[in-house]
């Protein structure tokens, strides 16, 4: 890349960086920043799904996203119970991940609130269709024999 050219313009080596240099660049700038050390953020928790490792999660407030992780460890010492729909508040760390190129926020401690507002929503759909008897076995219909047959 040093040798980099276009169109009749010389790129300066020290211009251009690497993946790997910009990313460094970029996880410096982040923990430089104070702003971004000992966040509060409130949101619901979605897309919940852990390994042996780690617990990973977005967290939403209906209009942004943000990527999380809790190591395994720290969550199992943690009075919390997280699943998709639950409403929290979180306090940690926003860190970048030089290899992936990957922002999140790490929290060290979950405050959990209650229900999101968007696992409510799902729950009074729930509700309503149930009283108009969507969900009664007498409504429920068995599909037709053409589509049976494509199901093959």
């Not at 619901?44 to 990973?56: I, P």
């Not at 395994?72 to 926003?94: F, K, P, Q, S």
């Not at 991940?97 to 609130?113: A, R, Y």
Request: with cysteine.
């Amino acid at each position: 890349m040093a040798d980099a050219e276009r169109e009749g313009d010389e790129v300066r080596s020290g211009d251009v960086l690497s993946v790997q240099e910009l990313n460094e660049r970029i996880a410096s700038a982040i923990e430089e920043t104070s702003a971004l050390h000992s966040v509060r953020c409130i949101g619901e928790v979605t897309d919940l799904h852990q390994n042996s490792t780690a617990l990973y999660f977005t967290l939403t407030d209906g209009e942004a996203e943000l990527p999380c992780m809790i190591w395994a460890n720290r969550y199992r010492d943690m009075d919390a119970e997280l699943e998709d729909g639950t409403e929290v508040i979180l306090e940690g760390d926003i860190e970048y991940w030089v290899e992936g190129g990957k922002i999140d926020l790490k929290p060290w401690e979950v405050i959990v609130v209650g229900d999101g507002d968007q696992a409510a929503a799902v729950e009074r759909l729930r509700s309503e269709l149930e009283e108009r008897g969507w969900f009664d076995d007498e409504q429920k219909q068995r599909p037709s024999a053409l589509h049976r047959a494509r199901q093959r």
